[in-house]
C-alpha cells in the first residue's frame, strides 16, 4: 500500500510537471509547490491521552512533514497534501512513521457562481463545531466525496455527498486524516446568508448512515439547526442550537440536543468571550434502549472544551450523561507577531453519574485552565506552546480520562511550523 501511496505521488508530480512544460496559451495557470515541516513536543501527566495509556508522566513527539502541490488554470484546480507523520515515545527505542497518505487530493472547478469538488477534501462549516479541517491535529481531518458548491454577494450553499471505505492498516488510525470517521455515507447541506453587515445565519443540516459493528445494518441520523450572529460596534452575540434524530450507531431511537450562547466583546488588540455549551446526555428516566446522547459529529472539541481534550469522544467521555461547559476566554494580541490566550472551563454533567456503590456522584467534574502563546517571527514560521492544567473531583473516577481524582492533571506542548513556496511559477 505505501508504494501505490507513494506511486500515485510521483504520478502526480509528472502531470503537474508535464503540464508545466507545455506551451503557453492565452490562459493563465499556475503551479505551486508548498512544503511543511512541523515538529511538536507535548508532556502529559494524571492524564490519559493516546498514544499513551499507562506512562506517567509521559513525553513524547510527533512530526508532520507536508507537501502541497496545486495546479491551476483559469477554469479548474487539481489540489493535493502528501503527509508524513513520524512518532518518538516513551514506548518505543527508536522512531516510527505512523501516518503515510493524502491529506487531500481533489479536482475543482473554478467558475463564478457554481462549481464542484471532487476526491479527498477538507470540510470546514460554520464556526467548526460540527464540521472542521481540525488544523492542530498533525494528521487533520478529510473526508472523501463531492462537494457542489453556489456563491454570491450575500449567500453560500454547498451540498456534500461523502462516504468512507476500507482503507489501509498499514499505519495507524488515529494518524489517518479519514479512517476515524464514523460513517458509511454522509450527506450535508449547509446554507450562510448574510442580511446586512451586523445580521445573519447559517443553516447546518446532516444525514449519516451508520453501520453497525459485525452485523453491517445501517442506521439513519439526522442532525438539523444552525447558528445566528449579531454584532453591533465592539459587541457580538451568537446562538447555536442543533437536534438530534433517527437512530445511533447502536440502532437506539435517539433524541438529543445541543445549545450554545456567546458574547463577546473585542477592542483593538483585546478579545473576551463568555458563553456555554450544554450537550445532551441520557436522562435516567430515559426508556430502556433508547438515547440522549447528542454527537457532536466531526468538529473540533478543544477549541470550545479546553485544550486538554479531557471531554472530545461524546457520548463515552462524559459516561453518557452529557456535558454542561461554561467558559471564558481571553486574548491579547500584543504585537502583530505575538499574541497571548487563557481559558477558563467549568465541567458538569447533566445528570449525575453513580459510583461502584450505584450512588449518585456531585455533577461538577473539576475545572481547566489553558495558558497559550503563539509567536511568528516571519510569515514562514509559527511558534506556538501552551501550558493547560485540569483539577479534577471525585466524579472524574468515574470517567476515562484522569488517573488520579486527588491530583492535579497536566498536559503542554511546543511547536514549530515553518512552511514555505519552493515552487510558484505561472504561465
Known sequence: MTEKIFYSFLFLISIASSSIAQEKDSLSRQFILNAEIRPRAEYTSNYILPPNVSIDPYLYLTQRNRVSMAYSHKKWLVKSDFQEIHL????????????LNFYQLFFETKFKSFNLRIGRQSVLLD??????????????????????????????????????????????????????????????YNLNYKFNERFSINSLNTVDF???????????????????????KNWFYTLNSYMQFGRNAKGQPLSAYYFQPEIKWTNINYTLRLGAEVISGSSPNLKDGHSGDFDVLYGVTWKFNGNMNVFTRFPADVGGKGLMNPY???????????????????????????????????????FENDFSLRYSPIRQLDINCAFSFYQPTDSMANLPKIQQTDKTAFWSYLMVSYNFNAINFRH
Open 328 to 366: 471564558l476566554f481571553n486574548q491579547l494580541q500584543i504585537n502583530s507577531k505575538l499574541s497571548l490566550r487563557n481559558d477558563f472551563h467549568l465541567f458538569y454533567t447533566q445528570y449525575p453519574l453513580a459510583n461502584e456503590q450505584n450512588q449518585k456522584m456531585s455533577r461538577f467534574l473539576g
Open 210 to 232: 451508520l453501520e453497525q459493528p459485525n452485523s453491517g445494518t445501517l442506521y439513519t441520523r439526522a442532525t438539523v439547526g444552525g447558528r445566528i450572529d449579531f454584532k453591533k
Open 127 to 188: 464556526n467548526g463545531r460540527l464540521f472542521s479541517d481540525a488544523p492542530w491535529a498533525q494528521q487533520g481531518r478529510a473526508h472523501e466525496g463531492i462537494r457542489l458548491m453556489q456563491q454570491s454577494k450575500n449567500f453560500a450553499n454547498d451540498f456534500f455527498f461523502l462516504f468512507t471505505r476500507p482503507y489501509s492498516k498499514n499505519f495507524e488510525k488515529a494518524y489517518s486524516p479519514v479512517a476515524s470517521n464514523g460513517y458509511k455515507y454522509l450527506m450535508i
Open 88 to 99: 518518538w515515545d516513551q514506548n518505543s527505542k527508536a522512531g516510527k512513521t505512523v501516518g
